[in-house]
């Protein structure tokens, strides 16, 4: 895990008329590492999702939505 | 399909891959995750991206639409996945400000406030976040 911006006081965040602008911290975190070993996960997680049923009631939309009920 | 470098990648996409919705649906899941794998495609994620997945993986255990060793196997394997986390720290009344300004739920607003500052779409299948986003003129990964 890499820091990319450690603690950046985002530019204009303050003052910007733009929705959604807020006062804070930001950082970037780099998680994972693209290359082989990202390939395979893919892979693996691919792989477990062809084995579950295909469902609209009871897939990630609804669940997403629950969650943020 | 938007022609991005980078995209919000946001909880239901990555779980669209557990949990279809529709055949389609977890076409588009699967070439998202595909071209995040290969590092074809940077993929932005709100700190809440995490909590989302794993409960949204808890939720289908325990109603049985999907095993725990399945949801243990799918979590552990998106630790592989080259993702850049963004962390944001606000007051509480900062992030409630923003949801009354965006006019969506706090959790929409982290990952549409990201997708504005980075000016890359969210790929995402929550009509509510693709509903918060038009309004909020951030731009969609896939028209859902």
């Known amino acids: ?4 911006d450690q603690f950046i006081q985002p530019k204009g965040r303050g003052t910007s008329k733009r929705a959604g602008a807020t006062r804070g911290r930001q950082f970037s975190v780099q998680v994972g590492t693209p290359g082989p070993e990202a390939e395979a996960a893919v892979r693996a997680m691919v792989e477990l ?4 049923k295909v469902g609209k009631r009871l897939g990630a939309a609804a669940v997403i939505k629950t969650e943020r009920r | 399909m938007a022609t991005a470098a980078a995209v919000v990648f946001d909880a239901s996409a990555e779980l669209e891959v557990l949990l279809p919705d529709t055949a389609a649906r977890f076409a588009l899941a699967v070439d998202l995750l595909e071209q995040i794998g290969s590092n074809k495609l940077l993929a932005h994620v709100p700190l ?5 997945v794993a409960a949204g993986c808890a939720r289908e255990v325990r109603g049985g639409r999907t095993t725990q060793a399945d ?9 592989a996945l080259p993702l850049s986390l963004s962390v944001e720290i606000h007051p509480a009344a900062d992030w409630f400000d923003r949801a009354i300004k965006m006019s969506c739920q706090v959790a929409h607003s982290a990952y549409l406030t990201l997708a504005l500052d980075l000016r890359v779409p969210i790929a995402t299948f929550d009509g509510g976040l693709a509903t918060a986003a038009k309004s909020n003129k951030a731009r969609l990964y896939w028209p859902i």
């Open chain 2, 71 to 79: 949801a243990k196997a799918f979590l552990g394997r998106l630790g």
């Open chain 1, 49 to 52: 999702g062809k084995r579950q």
């Open chain 2, 48 to 52: 809440i991206f995490f909590n989302e």
């Open chain 1, 1 to 4: 895990m890499k820091v990319i």
